[in-house]
């Protein structure tokens, strides 16, 4: 079932605007001081309802160690705060755990009690569907993981991505009648 977020929130993510071309083998920082840099851009691309809060949101543990969450966002429309950790690379299962962390952990020690339940969200640069299968973004409604594309996608790519989708629901849907 889709949930609020699930209608707010975007993937994939196109930030042509930011002019860093199809070159894949720039880091995090760069990407997110583009991201700085267009900060207005990047508002309308992730959608309705969205400020900006923070950039390497610094969070401390009891034990003392730091934490940055690369961005910080709210979102006026969902009423919760939506933390977006970066990725150059393809989504791995750490990945994951990272965000389901900074979550948790902005959860407890910066959200107010009147605010709800913060969105996570990996930004990355590609997706293997099965990592997110079989990881806790499967039945986490607060958890997702979303690609990013530097560009628009050609004709071609738009009709493979089209097919992969069709498939993925029509998969879904038999295993949903078994």
Do not use: W
């Amino acid at each position: 079932p889709k949930t609020t977020a699930d209608y707010i929130l975007k993937d994939p993510y196109i930030l042509e605007f930011l002019d860093l071309g199809e070159n894949k083998s720039y880091h995090e920082s760069v990407l997110e001081q583009a991201l700085i840099d267009k900060l207005q851009e990047f508002l309308l691309e992730l959608g309705k309802g969205f400020s900006f809060v923070a950039r390497q949101r610094r969070i401390t543990t009891e034990g003392g160690e730091h934490y940055y969450i690369d961005l910080v966002f709210y979102n006026f429309i969902l009423k919760c705060f939506i933390v977006i950790d970066l990725k150059a690379g393809k989504l791995t299962y750490q990945d994951i755990g990272q965000i389901d962390f900074y979550v948790r952990l902005f959860n407890e020690k910066v959200k107010l009690p009147n605010v709800l339940i913060t969105i996570g969200i990996v930004l990355c640069a590609d997706k293997d569907e099965s990592i997110v299968k079989y990881s806790v973004l499967s039945d986490n409604e607060n958890l997702f993981a979303s690609k990013y594309r530097l560009y628009l996608p050609t004709e071609e790519e738009l009709k493979a991505e089209l097919e992969r989708e069709r498939e993925l629901i029509e998969r879904k849907m038999a295993e949903g009648k078994e």
